[in-house]
């Protein structure tokens, strides 16, 4: 038996050996991405790349670098290193020659790369990010090396599905090994932390540790992805892609209404809509199917709210095209930084510096959303209105009224009385006598003053509806055709008070200036404000006796001040815009007109895609698209592991970091689009299920050295929470977290001095009642004074997308969840518990520890806490006074009780309470 065993080993040998033997390769060729490109944009790029175009020799495009520079030579001969000006000028001895000229000289390995790669035919290729994404084979754990399974049984016991198999393959490469599994209650507060941004009840981590069945994990990720706190925790991860924010931004910073584009994303994580759509409603939702009043469904409509976190600038002397322009750039930029995960903003100002993106590509891009409606305007239209009460009751008779006379209008009249669109905002009006601009986006008209109005189309135009505001009585606005002095289409009499007025004009066909004039000779330095003016069809039914009350009622609905919220409206018709290259990235000089297209670096665009912004999200999520699923998929891998896969979550180009698993991101990816079909839920599932990600985050001295970033996935991830997960936690934990959702922002309690609004006098006001206890996500954000504690904690002003939050460590941080009035307050009753649960000081603080960590603690750790609290205890009986100072929130004032708080607030401070082990 024993010699039979030796001869199978030895006949395995020989075939293992034949394998090595015939599977050795000598001279491998140069691979382009990983070897040649790095090499380029190191050495080359900075002079002759999209910036700079030395001696008219670029390496950017593969065209370029096989074409004659200044000199006439050709920097790359394919087949031919010795006749390529490139090689000849590394090597040059002459300084004058020599590249890079007053650089770093190149290795002789690189020199080496370049010379092979030339000489092998100088093949091209794509980024690796660039190409198709082809779904990979998952690695099996049989081969001829582990005798087909018999050597690596452990090794396939663990892997618990396929993500552990391309990990398994990637540690063997590495020479390192997988950790244990992680202990039950470290894995469900784990687990906990990343689903839904809060720690597990006490009889959660009972249940879980008590249940012994196979599946006992999976029922509790199953019962994680379907409470509600789910879309709550990811959607805090959005909201900085979005930008989101309460308050417009830029120097006055006013506020904005704009939580209930907050609360779609919550809802739509909860709901676990395909990514796919909950794309192609942010981007596009005013564009797809409508309801039965012809008008998109409100739902998609607050979706796009996405692009109007935009900022918009009220300061005086403003330039609102300019401002209008940032905001359109802004959507560009943050479209292919969220989706595309491509530093695109740079192609403004000329071609991409390190990728083959060429700089007219960025404005054909941008035509998509350039006939967006919004103009920087003050009061922010378009808006969303919603109508309540007795105002939705007005809108509703005025819809029947149009459907009995005239049911072809009711879709442009429904259109103009959710989101007043389309209309002429007043800035655009030409300023003649007595004009002035008033509130920086309205135009100011005194008595004989007048204005143009350009290039008006006026067919099928039967009134003027026109939002105006004064003081003036008895004033009197003329409107006349083409001249000063020309027809009077409309005489107005102007109320004196803000209102929206519907007046007939005289039908006139084509396009035409429109003059206006004002006669206010009882007031004459009283100012009339105009907002907005619209021409459209008068509503019908006209001969009839109720039509003067129907048309009262639609100016009435255009006048109330109703709920509202800043959305995206295309502009079609008259109102679309041309889009031009920006000369160097100057808005003020406009280049070639270009259409809307995508980058030729990608997919094309099918031919049955609409050119609108609908399309372009089409296109976005389209399979072809090598992009999107690669950098959704990374985004939520980073959360989970505090490291994406690619760690440059916001730049897949070729400056960016190189995938640490690419086959396994190629995979999930795939897997994503294909068999999930875009469910973020089944994804997240997928991956927490792996055993990769249930690992022990403990480390040891070999993956200290081999792996200390776990950039390899030799351990489980050990991050930092969050700034809205350190605070959610305090709050959860004190028992005082509201589970109250959905609505305005709220104002918890922040320290004093902080607030200030000097343009409007706006006072932070802490909310009542359970609203100062409900999760981050809820809090009110002001860009230029967002909430502190968040701030110290690395959450970003929102002024503009920001894809990854570097982790700080500092002070600061220690002081706020020392001396914040959140952490105080949840310190105190945090201690109130403790008491409930132990009779001495000991058993309080040893029960403190477990309902944070659910893990016993250490003596040395106990012995700290302990006498923490007796020196607190004695400084509280030999001050009395001193109680109020730190027991602020509650009716008992006894020293034990304040030490206790002392005490709890130090364990709400300890390092694995701030971490996600």
């Not at 790369?113 to 082809?134: D, F």
């Not at 066909?509 to 021409?535: D, Q």
């Not at 993956?703 to 200390?708: A, C, G, L, N």
Request: aromatic share 10%; hydrophobic share 35%.
């Amino acid at each position: 038996m024993k010699n039979k065993t030796l001869i199978l080993i030895a006949s395995l040998a020989v075939v293992i050996a034949s394998f090595t033997w015939h599977s050795g390769r000598f001279g491998q060729s140069v691979d382009y991405n990983s070897q040649v490109k790095p090499i380029l944009n190191k050495h080359c790029m900075g002079c002759h790349g999209g910036v700079k175009k030395a001696g008219e020799v670029s390496f950017l495009f593969e065209h370029e670098m096989l074409e004659p520079g200044k000199s006439g030579k050709v920097p790359v001969v394919r087949g031919d290193a010795d006749a390529s000006e490139m090689i000849r000028r590394i090597e040059s001895t002459d300084p004058d020659e020599r590249m890079p000229k007053g650089g770093t000289p190149l290795k002789e390995e690189e020199v080496e790369v370049l010379k092979q790669w030339i000489n092998e035919g100088a093949v091209w290729e794509k980024h690796w990010s660039y190409k198709r994404i082809e779904k990979p084979e998952v690695p099996s754990l049989n081969s001829v090396w582990n005798l087909f399974g018999l050597l690596n049984k452990e090794e396939k016991e663990w892997a618990q599905n396929e993500i552990d198999y391309f990990v398994l393959e990637k540690l063997k490469e590495k020479n390192l090994t997988t950790s244990p599994k992680a202990d039950k209650a470290t894995l469900i507060r784990r687990v906990s932390l990343d689903l839904t941004g809060l720690p597990p009840t006490e009889k959660e981590v009972a249940d879980f540790l008590s249940d012994t069945s196979p599946d006992a994990y999976e029922k509790v990720v199953d019962r994680l992805l379907n409470k509600a706190s789910f879309g709550e925790r990811w959607a805090s991860m959005w909201m900085d892609l979005a930008r989101y924010a309460d308050t417009k931004g830029y120097e006055s910073d006013g506020g904005r209404t704009m939580w209930r584009y907050r609360d779609y994303v919550i809802q739509s994580f909860n709901e676990d809509k395909p990514f796919d759509q909950f794309t192609t409603e942010q981007l596009a939702g005013d564009l797809l199917n409508q309801d039965k009043d012809g008008f998109p469904t409100e739902v998609n409509m607050i979706a796009t709210g996405f692009h109007r976190n935009t900022m918009t600038n009220n300061e005086g002397g403003t330039d609102d095209e300019e401002f209008r322009t940032a905001a359109l750039i802004d959507r560009v930029n943050t479209t292919w930084e969220v989706w595309q995960g491509t530093t695109f903003a740079c192609i403004q100002c000329h071609s991409h510096p390190y990728d083959p993106i060429p700089h007219e590509d960025y404005y054909k891009y941008m035509a998509f959303f350039n006939n967006a409606r919004d103009e920087d305007v003050w009061d922010e239209w378009p808006k969303l209105r919603f109508y309540k009460g007795e105002d939705s009751a007005r809108v509703e008779r005025i819809k029947q009224w149009v459907l009995k006379y005239e049911p072809e209008q009711v879709d442009e009249l429904t259109q103009f009385m959710k989101v007043m669109e389309p209309k002429i905002n007043a800035h655009n009006f030409e300023k003649g006598d007595e004009s002035t601009a008033l509130l920086i986006s309205y135009y100011g008209v005194k008595d004989k003053g007048n204005a143009r109005i350009p290039q008006v189309n006026l067919t099928d135009a039967g009134s003027v509806v026109m939002s105006v505001a004064t003081k003036a009585e008895n004033a009197v606005l003329s409107l006349h055709l083409d001249r000063l002095d020309g027809q009077v289409l409309s005489q107005i009499k102007i109320p004196a008070k803000d209102t929206v007025i519907v007046a007939p004009i005289q039908k006139i066909t084509g396009k035409h200036n429109i003059y206006l004039s004002l006669h206010s000779p009882k007031t004459p330095k009283e100012w009339v404000r105009i907002a907005w003016v619209s021409f459209q069809k008068e509503l019908p039914g006209a001969n009839q006796p109720e039509y003067p009350d129907i048309v009262a009622e639609y100016a009435t609905v255009l006048s109330r001040n109703t709920e509202s919220m800043p959305i995206i409206w295309e502009g079609k018709g008259d109102f679309a815009r041309k889009t031009n290259v920006f000369v160097r990235g100057n808005w003020l000089v406009k280049g070639a007109e270009v259409k809307p297209d995508v980058p030729r670096l990608l997919a094309p665009m099918p031919k049955e895609y609409s050119r609108d912004r609908l399309g372009l999200a089409q296109w976005i999520v389209s399979r072809e698209n090598p992009l999107t699923a690669r950098v959704i998929v990374n985004r939520f891998w980073e959360q989970l592991f505090g490291k994406g896969i690619v760690e440059t979550v916001e730049d897949f180009g070729s400056q960016g970091s190189e995938p640490s698993h690419p086959e396994l991101l190629d995979w999930l990816a795939v897997h994503f689009m294909e068999e999930d079909q875009w469910s973020v839920k089944k994804l997240l599932k997928k991956i927490v299920l792996s055993a990769t990600y249930q690992q022990s985050s403990k480390s040891d001295k070999v993956r200290q050295e081999k792996d200390p970033y776990n950039i390899w996935l030799s351990r489980g991830p050990r991050v930092r929470l969050s700034a809205e997960q350190v605070r959610d936690q305090a709050l959860a934990i004190s028992g005082l977290l509201s589970p109250k959702m959905y609505g305005p922002s709220v104002m918890p309690p922040q320290p004093d001095g902080i607030w200030q609004s000097p343009y409007n006098g706006e006072n932070w006001v802490v909310s009542e009642g359970e609203n100062r206890y409900r999760r981050a996500v809820y809090t009110y954000w002001k860009r230029t004074s967002p909430y502190p504690s968040m701030i110290t904690f690395d959450v970003p002003s929102r002024e503009f997308c920001q894809s990854r939050r570097v982790l700080t460590n500092t002070p600061l941080q220690a002081l706020v969840t020392l001396n914040d009035p959140v952490y105080l307050e949840a310190a105190e009753n945090l201690a109130a518990l403790m008491r409930k649960k132990g009779k001495t000081p000991e058993q309080q603080l040893k029960e403190g520890y477990r309902m944070l960590i659910y893990q016993p603690i250490e003596k040395k750790n106990l012995d700290v806490l302990v006498t923490i609290y007796n020196d607190a205890l004695h400084t509280y009986r030999q001050a009395p006074s001193e109680i109020d100072s730190i027991l602020v929130f509650g009716q008992d004032k006894s020293p034990e009780l304040a030490a206790l708080t002392v005490s709890a607030n130090v364990l709400l401070n300890m390092a694995n309470v701030l971490t996600k082990e």
